[in-house]
């Protein structure tokens, strides 16, 4: 997406609180900038994050924070009570980083807050909560109560390490909710923290401002050889499948002390169909390297499109999203790779170029626009496939259109599914993937290459391990986002995936991971997730192809 489409969309995005902006704000460069670590070349290099150990320092259970930090890094995070055991020097040796978070106000003093920022001179790294921020510091607290008319965000006021995964500009969702108020009337009551009146200059910077009263809702303050990023990690409840103030909650935590984000972007806004389709031209219009192709029109009328990057000579990966239409978010990951292949062919090192990317994001045009499962026709596409088609059953779900998995009147019957067949068909891929949500697993086509679909496993698993929190779909236990499922091949589906094993693919696989939210507030994490599975899958492609 080009610059100008990106700056339309957050004027689309801001423009209702416009009239409460304040100065135009100047992107900064601010010479504490620690230097971000470059990215790995390759995924075995992940194998070895930083390490340093993790201390938390805090007066309460609340939101989950240390049962959280045990899932994100297990084995590297400790719990302390500040209040049972005094913070000294001793106890902070030995940890690379620091968290505080101060629940109850009768507590603050009890936070020895020299020893922390004693920590920080040393080189320690503090991610601390703006409550114990502003008295150490002697600045205006503040908690904002609203109600729904307006959703509280964080703007995004400075690039750098540890706003990775968004621009200058962007706003991200932060807040906690009144949940079990007994007056109704609270119940849609959501609540901020901020600093107001900080101050800025060459040792501390406002890295995010409330688009509520444009208080300070996350600082950097450059400390001797450290530094202490304060943010409250107290409003925001535990990231909920479908939350909104608390979904990236851990993601700038992450970005601190493990790089959480890699190739994540935000995007602001959820796109129409149309409005997506325009953004794909606009990124092909910036790189020569990428194109984008008319591949016939799908049920409701409207070409579908693929990115195209490399040589159609060479062998084929091909990367499908939103078959089913509702499942849109995989969508904008497939986007990101398509601009990160264009911009740099050799990423991560790999040698791209021997490669053929295709590449549809959206593969149900009607259905991503309208937020169904189904086609126009109401038939679920990826029952439609010429693979075992006459042997799925048809039980009262499956038999009549609009059904949640009706399979279509006969084997790809659908002008959708006739067009990605005719794409497997043409060029034959060495590999398919296609993207759906929302679970975290990994579906094997009915026949593969099962060492290749291993080491795309472990690569997948490899990149990424300890760096993203989020709850299982629907309601689930709490887990790291990872593919440590993988299911066993069984009879053939009319799937997309067993259509292309049929056609000899023998690396297609099917990927359920979370997604289907009602709005963009987890992008950032699914966009780079994506971009890891495909790169992955690209890597071991690659392996395989050298030593033939
Ligand atoms: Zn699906």
Same mark, same amino acid.
């Given at each position: 997406m080009t610059a100008r489409v990106h700056t339309l969309l957050r004027r689309v995005l801001v423009v209702g609180l416009a009239a409460l902006a304040p100065a135009a704000f100047v992107p900064q460069v601010w010479s504490g900038t620690p230097p971000p670590r470059p990215?790995?070349?390759?995924?075995?290099?992940?194998?070895?994050?930083?390490r340093a150990a993790i201390l938390l320092l805090t007066d309460?259970?609340?939101?989950?924070i240390a049962a959280d930090l045990d899932i994100l890094y297990p084995g590297r995070a400790k719990s302390v009570s500040f209040v049972e055991q005094k913070v000294t020097a001793e106890l902070l040796a030995g940890f690379g980083y620091v968290i505080t978070v101060v629940?109850? @106000? %009768?507590?603050?003093?009890?936070?020895d807050y020299g020893e922390i920022t004693a920590f920080a001179h040393g080189g320690g790294q503090v991610m601390s909560g703006l409550f114990e921020y502003a008295r150490a510091r002697n600045l205006h607290f503040s908690k904002t109560h609203v109600l729904d008319r307006l959703r509280p965000a964080m703007r995004i006021d400075v690039e750098c390490d540890i706003t990775k995964?968004?621009?200058?500009g962007d706003q991200v969702w932060w807040f906690g909710s009144?949940?079990?108020?007994?007056?109704?009337?609270?119940?849609n009551q959501m609540y901020q923290r901020q600093i107001m009146g900080v101050r800025e200059s060459d040792r501390v910077r406002i890295l995010a401002t409330s688009n509520?009263?444009? @208080? %300070?809702v996350m600082i950097e303050e450059k400390v001797g050889q450290g530094r202490i990023v304060a943010i409250?990690?107290?409003?925001?409840?535990?990231?909920?499948?479908?939350?909104?103030?608390?979904?990236?909650?851990?993601l700038f935590l992450g970005n601190m002390?493990?790089?959480?984000?890699?190739?994540g972007k935000q995007y602001p806004k959820r796109l129409s169909y149309d409005e997506f389709v325009a953004a794909m031209h606009q990124l092909a219009a910036k790189y020569p390297a990428l194109s984008v192709k008319a591949e016939g029109p799908g049920s409701d009328g409207r070409q579908m499109y693929t990115f195209n990057v490399g040589d159609p000579a060479k062998p084929t990966m091909y990367f499908g999203g939103s078959v089913h239409g509702w499942?849109?978010?995989n969508a904008y990951g497939l986007m990101r790779l398509a601009e990160l292949l264009a911009e740099n062919?050799?990423?991560?090192?790999?040698?791209?170029?021997r490669l053929h990317f295709k590449i549809m994001?959206?593969?149900?045009p009607w259905g991503h626009d309208h937020f169904t499962r189904q086609n126009a026709r109401g038939v679920d596409l990826n029952r439609n496939?010429?693979?075992g088609w006459e042997e799925l059953p048809a039980p009262q779900d499956v038999a009549?259109?609009?059904?949640?998995?009706?399979?279509?009147?006969?084997?790809?019957?659908?002008r959708e599914t006739q067009i990605i067949q005719g794409i497997v068909d043409r060029y034959r891929p060495i590999c398919v993937i296609d993207f759906h949500t929302a679970d975290y697993v990994m579906l094997r086509a009915y026949r593969d290459d099962e060492p290749v679909i291993r080491a795309i496993q472990a690569n997948i698993k490899t990149r990424l391990k300890d760096r993203f929190l989020a709850q299982r779909p629907y309601n689930g236990p709490y887990q790291q986002v990872n593919m440590d499922n993988i299911t066993e091949p069984g009879a053939p589906k009319p799937y997309l995936i067993d259509y292309a094993a049929k056609q000899g693919t023998t690396a297609a696989f099917l990927i359920e991971m979370s997604g289907n939210r009602d709005?963009?507030?987890?992008l950032v994490m699914n966009v780079d997730t994506v971009v890891e599975i495909c790169l992955a899958a690209t890597q071991e492609c690659l392996k395989r192809i050298a030593s033939r």
């Open positions: 990215l790995p070349q390759a995924a075995g290099e992940l194998a070895s994050p930083q309460t259970s609340a939101g989950g629940g109850d @106000g %009768a507590n603050l003093d009890k936070l995964g968004f621009a200058a009144v949940s079990s108020a007994p007056d109704p009337l609270y119940a509520v009263n444009h @208080g %300070a409250d990690l107290l409003s925001p409840g535990r990231p909920f499948f479908n939350s909104y103030g608390s979904t990236n909650k851990y002390v493990n790089q959480a984000v890699r190739y499942e849109w978010e062919p050799r990423l991560e090192g790999l040698d791209t170029t994001p959206i593969q149900n496939f010429d693979a009549t259109p609009w059904d949640y998995n009706y399979k279509g009147a006969r084997p790809a019957s659908e709005d963009v507030q987890a």
